[in-house]
């Protein structure tokens, strides 16, 4: 049982470049999300998908892109990366009707720069 | 617009010693407020407080909930270099189009010298 997954684990862009950042869970959750986090800033939401087949803006979505594939997987991507997007993204995935229905997992993790 | 602020943000103290972190909300329609401990990568679960006055335990960590006054505190006891870490407060709200946005303060930096 490996949770939440993400890949690649770092990376490096140049402005304008596109990337995809993949998530992947395997607690059968319906829920899943994308923040990214800068220093002093805490985890700001990028995008959600309550369940599959639906997304959902965050507090940041601009410049985001995000692709619900399946119940397991939710990736997000960059169409044209500049700067203010370097930071660390998660992933993380949550069971509405379980018992703890409010509570995320998260994945590890991506360091993304863009140069 | 759903706010949530950590004090202090950062914070030094020796093996042994008892802290408390503060976490403050304000949030339309509140359902929960979490804590989690952030160490060098994913954030991981440690609390969810829904009641005002129930205390809850694990180990040498504790945390309650004040849903009048609007605030939570994490209280860590004995502290060792593995508590080390940041904590994260978040608020989730009761539902609607708020659903699943959890709203996080900055953190809080805890580091336990020897």
């Known amino acids: 049982n490996a949770g939440v997954t993400q890949t690649p684990k770092f990376q490096v862009l140049k402005t304008g470049q596109s990337m995809t950042l993949q998530c992947a869970q395997d607690?059968?959750?319906?829920?899943m999300y994308w923040y990214r986090q800068d220093p002093g800033m805490g985890l700001r939401l990028i995008y959600y998908?309550?369940?599959?087949?639906?997304?959902d803006k965050g507090e940041v979505p601009n410049g985001y892109n995000v692709s619900r594939l399946n119940k397991r997987e939710f990736s997000l991507r960059l169409e044209s990366a500049a700067p203010s997007q370097t930071s660390v993204y998660f992933c993380?995935?949550?069971?509405?009707?379980?018992?703890?229905?409010?509570?995320?997992?998260f994945g590890p993790g991506t360091r993304l720069t863009v140069l | 617009e759903d706010k949530v602020v950590q004090s202090p943000l950062s914070l030094v103290v020796h093996e042994g010693d008892t802290v408390t972190l503060n976490c403050s909300y304000e949030?339309?329609?509140?359902?929960?407020l979490l804590w989690y401990k952030q160490e060098k990568k994913a954030p991981t679960f440690l609390f969810m407080l829904?009641?005002?006055?129930i205390e809850k335990k694990s180990g040498r960590l504790s945390s309650i909930l004040d849903k009048k006054e609007l605030f939570s505190i994490l209280n860590i006891t004995a502290t060792q270099t593995g508590d080390s870490a940041v904590y994260l407060c978040?608020?989730?709200?009761?539902?609607?189009?708020?659903?699943?946005?959890?709203?996080f303060g900055q953190g809080t930096i805890l580091t336990v010298h020897p």
């Open positions: 949030v339309t329609n509140f359902r929960s």
């Open positions: 993380a995935s949550s069971d509405p009707g379980g018992a703890r229905r409010d509570t995320q997992y």
């Open positions: 978040a608020v989730v709200p009761a539902g609607g189009t708020s659903y699943g946005k959890l709203t």
């Open positions: 998908s309550a369940s599959e087949g639906t997304t």
């Open positions: 829904t009641s005002s006055g």
């Open positions: 607690m059968n959750h319906n829920s």
